[in-house]
């Protein structure tokens, strides 16, 4: 569907070869839907087949063409990943509460005014009403600045840890000295690309300029943060069936034994998110067999 709000799940697939303006795909993969409005519906995956495809709308201007984008041009919005349940282990005794704003700089004030308006415009928070309400924290790294949020003494003191564990460390290592080429691939925001479950929304709320906010993607800061993300990545690779594939938290790599494998692997992990949104750097790697 256009919006990311509607979904419907699939009945099953069906294989069939499909002919289409004198063309034949053979094996070809479909889903199956209920209510389909049309008896079948061609997309990204078979038009991205050809270098290009042409649709003739017969309008008065010319013809309009539009380049292939680049991986940090991609939507982070097409990454589709489910929702992570992550305020399901709550205390019996939570109840909400609302802490005290701490004053700030004029020089602070203005950063954290800054980074609000860029927040809502990435469409990562979003207006609240909530009984729950966080402080707003500028926190100094040097020169720059980064905005937190303190749920320390909220939504964190009711929340039992989620024990999702996360990869490990030894095994990843052994996964990688197993290919000869690899890239490594480090997700931008990448916290912020995890949707949160509408009715969870209201947990993460915080003030900022006198105004109530809360976020729409994972925020930083909340005590099973880390295990919703390594769970969603985890998730994302196997739903794709992503191959030789490897995640811990926001670092990927991507592996091959020869420069194809890894080529193939590579392609199909940045076909399956249109998204990959986020991917910030990528850097291809060759080592001889037996070093890492």
């Known amino acids: 569907m256009a919006s990311s709000e509607v979904s419907i799940p699939t009945c099953g697939i069906a294989i069939a070869t499909l002919s289409f303006h004198n063309r034949t795909y053979p094996t070809t993969t479909f889903s199956v839907i209920k209510n389909l409005c049309s008896d079948v519906i061609v997309g990204q995956e078979l038009l991205k087949l050809h270098s290009s495809v042409t649709f003739v709308m017969n309008g008065p201007e010319e013809a309009l063409t539009i380049p292939p984008l680049k991986p940090q041009q991609l939507s982070v919005a097409a990454a589709r990943l489910d929702p992570p349940r992550l305020f399901e282990f709550l205390l019996p005794e939570c109840t909400p509460i609302a802490t ?13 005014e800054s980074e609000v308006q860029r927040l809502l415009a990435a469409d990562i928070i979003e207006p609240a009403r909530s009984p729950w309400h966080a402080q707003v924290l500028v926190v100094h790294q040097g020169p720059k600045k980064r905005l937190a949020i303190d749920y320390s003494t909220t939504i964190n003191r009711f929340t039992l840890l989620d024990a999702y564990p996360l990869p490990n460390i030894e095994e990843l290592v052994n996964n ?32 900022a300029g006198g105004e109530l906010y809360q976020y729409k993607r994972l925020p930083f800061g909340v005590t099973n943060g880390v295990s919703a993300f390594q769970r969603s990545i985890d998730r994302f690779i196997k739903r794709y069936q992503l191959q030789k594939v490897y995640a811990y938290l926001d670092d990927l790599i991507v592996t091959g034994e020869t420069i194809e494998e890894h080529d193939l692997n590579l392609l199909q992990y940045l076909n399956s998110v249109p998204s990959t949104a986020g991917t910030a750097s990528a850097n291809v790697l060759t080592k001889q067999p037996g070093e890492l």
Do not use: M, N
């Open 100 to 112: 005290r704003s701490r004053k700030c700089t004029p020089e602070d004030a203005k950063f954290i």
């Open 176 to 207: 990688v000295a197993q290919a000869r080429y690899y890239s490594s691939l480090d997700l931008r925001s990448a916290y912020h690309q995890i949707p949160l479950l509408e009715e969870e929304r209201f947990y993460t709320a915080f003030e």
